[in-house]
């Protein structure tokens, strides 16, 4: 006979191997879903301790974002040239039960099939522009295009994409030389154009100075012709002043002016006729 002893340590070790296999817990950052046969008999789970069957099978599934990273890819643009193009998916399962049936809950295989239908969205909006248009056009408009033609696609995958991101566009060899070429005679003729503009407004600029100076210098000019005039004026009349009050002293006066002008150095000399008047008063000092 079993010893009791013996036969309740057996239906211990049966209740602990039901209990393993009855009981499952859900983290916040899962989904599951319960499987009777491979048929789903379960789903939505709030996060904590399940109990289930112990024929009953469990799949979790990672409930946080999840990254497809792409690897580069060669699209075309409308001018029929070529652009190598690496971006990345942020992606999230949605429906725990879809995902289930449409790829096996498979992680990786979820991935195959949204980096193939993001990569033909892709290449259909890149079709419609050229390579300056994808260069130079904002990637957020790039992306919320993506975004709206990528998610109705994978509805039936019962993953949601939060964000799609192109993450470098580059040329390649080939096309990167006549890309550049074509950028420099652009940039080339800018810059004349600013040149010629440039140049054009020295010229106006030299040109109005040029006038003002002359306006400045005529002014200038008539104002002390003016002033020259009134001075002589002025110096004329003080003249005839001076002269009409004492004839002899004025030319007395003119004369010594005269000698200190002519005279101002022991070499300087005249010659004159005896009888010159310039010397009149040498000959009557008094």
């Known amino acids: 006979m079993v010893n009791k002893n013996t036969l309740f340590l057996i239906i211990v070790f049966i209740l602990l191997v039901l209990s393993a296999t009855s009981i499952f817990t859900v983290a916040e950052t899962e989904k599951a879903i319960l499987l009777e046969f491979k048929k789903i ?3 939505d789970f709030e996060p904590g301790l399940h109990f289930k069957l112990p024929y009953q099978q469990v799949k979790k599934y990672d409930d946080r974002i999840l990254t497809l990273e792409s690897k580069p890819e060669r699209f075309l643009t409308s001018e029929k040239k070529n ?7 942020k992606w999230r399962i949605k429906n725990s039960t879809q995902f289930y049936k449409a790829v096996g809950g498979d992680k990786a295989a979820a991935n ?23 260069v130079s056009l904002e990637r957020s408009q790039i992306r919320d295009l993506l975004i709206q033609t990528v998610n109705p696609m994978v509805e039936d995958l019962g993953v949601e994409v939060i964000d799609i991101r192109v993450k470098g566009i580059d040329l390649p060899e080939e096309v990167s030389s006549s890309v550049y070429r074509r ?21 106006r600029i030299r040109a109005e100075a040029d006038r ?3 306006v ?3 002014d200038a000019y008539r104002d002390s012709e003016i002033r020259r005039g009134e001075g002589d004026a002025a110096a004329s009349e003080i003249y005839a002043q001076a002269y009409g009050k004492n ?14 002008q002519v005279f101002k150095d022991e070499s300087d ?10 010397f009149q008063y040498f000959k009557k000092p008094r």
């Open 41 to 43: 008999v379960g789903t």
């Open 83 to 89: 652009v190598i193009v690496t971006w990345f998916v």
């Open 112 to 134: 195959i099939r949204l980096d193939q239908i993001t990569k033909d969205a892709l290449r259909n909006e890149f079709s419609k522009r050229t390579i300056r248009e994808v």
């Open 183 to 203: 950028m420099e005679a652009e940039r080339a003729r800018v810059a004349r154009d600013f040149r010629s503009r440039g140049a054009e407004a020295a010229e």
């Open 212 to 214: 003002r100076r002359e």
């Open 216 to 218: 400045i210098l005529a």
């Open 247 to 260: 004839r002899e002293f004025f030319e007395f006066y003119r004369s010594l002016y005269a000698y200190r």
């Open 269 to 278: 000399m005249i010659v004159l006729e005896p009888d010159s008047k310039f």
